[in-house]
Structure formats: structure tokens, C-alpha cells
């Protein structure tokens, strides 16, 4: 058995526990237990630390008691008594390393390969090579700071630059890229789990990859330390508010590992998402931009397997639905008035329930038009719609509608397991045509122009 700590089940009872690969085993071994209903957390103390060394586990589902515990009171009644016993596993969600009980956080800070060169920091320092000397800035840099409301609660984000020492024997001093987001005090796991989430799916968008190198968050508060004095009445604690600072860490086994430096490296700059940049946040706060369409990894990006072809697809029609203006062909509506005209003779001559439901048939009945068409009516405009040939002509030219048919066809294919149509480079680049379009319609619907859409989707996808 390999003993990490002990975690606290109850006000008198500590049991040994293991944390690995996001799995947590609790040892109660011969020594059975009941556990609480709706127990999603525990607490731990790391094996030889002397102060603080606390960690707080979020389980994926509640603990439960498998065991029945079967006892006869006097009366001869037999009461059954559920319980744990033996090694009890339990998937990992999020974890807080450092956590102390009863504090209140109210800043979460995020730093990361892919925001270092998002922010660079190098403009924290000038070097002079004369005097072969280097001079930091004190002062922290904002590159920009706003408010939003998030989950109920107001929110404050900003993008800083700031010089960090540390001395001793070797001391350092060096520039960093930093994310914050400020809020009143709280405690709420699941406030700061969906914060987190807020910021990896922002970047993932940004950089067309969920394997954002994020690994954790420090979360930033204080508890009140209550101050005792002794029977003689001389203050042993004073009563004070102690900082504190914990590190978040959300567990994913599906997302692969963080791309190689050189990848992360072709992170776009700030300076070109700046001119709707909160605009552009914004539309993740409601869930409105799909992440699932985001492709893994890079090489995920490359090889574009079934389901995201399904992803991305699935993500347009879903855009073109809910931000876009109806698009309805004449033949399509003709033959929608057809066949409603039809169902209204049908329900003038029935009664009872036929009646009833041949008009929630007719109710269900919508115009719809299929993929191919979407796609060519949302590349070259229609009603209100201006189009985004402006900014894709100079990477599909005029192939649009023959990829928009390959698109149509393989959706089609994918969906409904036709096999009649096999995947080739046309697919390819039909799919990549449609990823094209779903960026540029969130990016205009955060308030981009054209030429603005066009820098930014020249360095973040892929043709």
C-alpha cells in the first residue's frame, strides 16, 4: 500500500489515502465506515508536512456505501446499516494543493506558455549592452482590464505584465505574463472549476487547440484566524486575517499533452484581437461558441478525424441557426406550403385524437435547407448577411460551391452511415472551408471588421 497522507472522513477518524493518475483510494481496510450522502469532497495532509500541507479532493460522483451492515436491537428488529470497508476508489475532478479551511478566495491567477507569448514580457526590461546591465520595470504593466458578470457574481479580468524576485544566495529576477480575474470572496468549488474552464476554452478558441498548456491556477484569499488568550487573559493569537494561496488544478484525461515550444510559439498576439477583444470573451460567458468543434492537439488539427468533422459541421449549421437570418430557397418553401396545405385538408376532415395530432404535425413542419446551401449562402450573403467572401476568396477562390456539394455529401455520409461517399482531399478541404466559416461568423458577431477577421485567421487556422 503507498500512503501519500491521511485523509480526515470524519471529526475522530483519519484513514491513509493514495492519489494517482486522478484516481483517489481512501484505506479503511478491516475498519468499516459510513459515509455522508452527497459526499463530493475530502480532505487530506500530506505525508511528512510539518505546516500546511493540506488538500482538498472534488470526487467526480458522491461517495457511496456498497456494503449493507446487517444488526438485530433487542425487539428482534433487524436494521440494515450501509457501509465502506476495504479500499474505496474514486475519480478525481479538481483538487486545491494548500488549502485551509474556512478561506475565502477572491482572485484567481493564470500563467502559461501560450499567454507568454499572447502578452510578451519582455518589454518589462531593458537591456544595456554597453554597460552589460539589465533594468526591470517596479511597476506592473495592464494591457487591458474589464469588467463582466459571470455565474451571478461581477467579475474582473486583466492582462498584466510583472517583474517577479526572489533572493537568497542565487537570486533571480525575471518578467512574466499573468492573467487575473478579481471577484468578491467566496468559496464555491464549482465557481472557480467553471472560471477555469472559462479561461481554457477562451485560449483553446484563440489558438484552434484544447491542449492549452494551463496546468493550474493559484487562487488567492484569506481566513479569519480566531485569537485566543489564555486562562490569565494574555493574548497567545491575535485575531487577524491570514493570507492564503492554494493551486487549482482540474483534472481532463482527455486532453492530450501541451505542444513542443516551437508550436506554442505561433501563439497570436494580443494586438490583433485587441480592437473586440471583450466583445469576443463575452460570447463564452453564455456558452455561445462550441468548443467541441476546437480541434485536440496540433496534429488533431492535421489529420481531422470522423468526429470532428462531425464537430465542426455540427458547430455551423448550430451558428448559422442561432445568429444568422433564416435561409429558405423558393423551391424549399413552395414545397413546405405544399405539404402544409395538404395536412390542413387532412385535419378539416378528421376529429378526436387524429385531429390533434395532425396539427402538432403541422406545427413541427420548418423550411429547411440543406448543408450545401448554408454554405454557399453564408460565404456569399443573403438578406442582412454581407457574406465572408471578402475575407475567404484568397484561400478557396471559387471552388466554394463544388466543396460545399464534398461537405453536404460527407456530413451526410458521417451521419447516416450511407457508404457512398469516401473520404479524399476534397473532403479535406470542404471541412477546413467550413472551419473557415465558423470562425469568421464568431469573430463578426464579436464585432471584428473584415480585414480584422482576415489577419486573425490567417495565423490561427489551418488551410
Known amino acids: 500500500m503507498t500512503c501519500d497522507g491521511f485523509a480526515f472522513i470524519s471529526k475522530d477518524r483519519s484513514i491513509p489515502f493514495h492519489f494517482e493518475n486522478g484516481i483517489l483510494k481512501l484505506f479503511l481496510e478491516g475498519s468499516h465506515f459510513t459515509f455522508k450522502k452527497d459526499t463530493r469532497t475530502v480532505i487530506g495532509q500530506k505525508r511528512g508536512a510539518m505546516l500546511g500541507g493540506r488538500i482538498l479532493f472534488h470526487l467526480v460522483l458522491p461517495l457511496e456505501n456498497y456494503w449493507v451492515q446487517k444488526t438485530t436491537d433487542e425487539a428482534g428488529t433487524t436494521m440494515e446499516t450501509p457501509i ?46 554597453e554597460e552589460n546591465r539589465v533594468e526591470f520595470f517596479r511597476s506592473p504593466k495592464i494591457i487591458t482590464s474589464f469588467k463582466f458578470k459571470f455565474m451571478g457574481r461581477n467579475i ?14 542565487g537570486s533571480l529576477a525575471k518578467t512574466e505574463s499573468q492573467l487575473t480575474l478579481e471577484f468578491d470572496e467566496t468559496d464555491d468549488l464549482e465557481f472557480f472549476r467553471s472560471l477555469y474552464y472559462l479561461i481554457q476554452h477562451f485560449f483553446s478558441f484563440i489558438c484552434n487547440r484544447q491542449n492549452i498548456a494551463i496546468n493550474s491556477a493559484i487562487l488567492v484569499g484569506d481566513f479569519q484566524r480566531i485569537g485566543y488568550k489564555d486562562s490569565e487573559g ?29 508550436v506554442i510559439a505561433k501563439t497570436i498576439r494580443f494586438i490583433d484581437l485587441e480592437p473586440a477583444f471583450e466583445s469576443l470573451l463575452s460570447l463564452f460567458l453564455d456558452d455561445k461558441v462550441s468548443v467541441h468543434s476546437i480541434h485536440s492537439s496540433c496534429a488533431a488539427r492535421r489529420l481531422l478525424d470522423l468526429k470532428q468533422c462531425l464537430h465542426i459541421t455540427a458547430a455551423f449549421e448550430y451558428y448559422q441557426r442561432t445568429f444568422l437570418p433564416e435561409i429558405s430557397s423558393e423551391e424549399t418553401i413552395q414545397v413546405y406550403d405544399e405539404i402544409r396545405a395538404l395536412i390542413e385538408s387532412y385535419i378539416t376532415e378528421q376529429k378526436g385524437e387524429k385531429k390533434k395530432k395532425a396539427k402538432r404535425l403541422r406545427d413541427s413542419l420548418r423550411p429547411s435547407v440543406s448543408l450545401q446551401d448554408k454554405i454557399c449562402n453564408v460565404y456569399n450573403g443573403y438578406n442582412n448577411w454581407s457574406g465572408l467572401k471578402v475575407i475567404l476568396s484568397d484561400y478557396f477562390g471559387d471552388d466554394v460551391t463544388q466543396l460545399a456539394i464534398v461537405a453536404n455529401k460527407w456530413r451526410n455520409e458521417l451521419a447516416h452511415e450511407k457508404r457512398e461517399h469516401e473520404p479524399d482531399h476534397d473532403v479535406i478541404s470542404s471541412i477546413r472551408l467550413v472551419e473557415h466559416l465558423n470562425y469568421c461568423i464568431v469573430l463578426k458577431l464579436a464585432g471584428y471588421n473584415d480585414d480584422e477577421i482576415k489577419v486573425i485567421v490567417d495565423k490561427v487556422l489551418t488551410r
Open 234 to 262: 494574555k493574548e497567545i493569537f491575535v485575531h487577524k486575517e491570514v493570507p492564503v494561496s492554494s493551486e487549482l488544478f482540474v483534472l481532463n484525461k482527455y486532453k492530450e499533452d501541451p505542444e513542443e515550444s516551437k
Open 156 to 169: 474582473t479580468f486583466s492582462l498584466k505584465l510583472i517583474n517577479s524576485y526572489e533572493f537568497g544566495i
Open 84 to 129: 465502506s470497508i476495504g479500499t474505496v476508489q474514486h475519480g478525481v475532478d479538481f483538487y486545491l494543493d494548500g488549502y485551509v479551511e474556512y478561506t475565502r478566495f477572491t482572485k484567481m491567477k493564470f500563467s502559461f506558455q501560450e499567454l507568454n507569448y499572447f502578452i510578451p514580457s519582455n518589454v518589462m526590461c531593458i537591456y544595456y549592452p
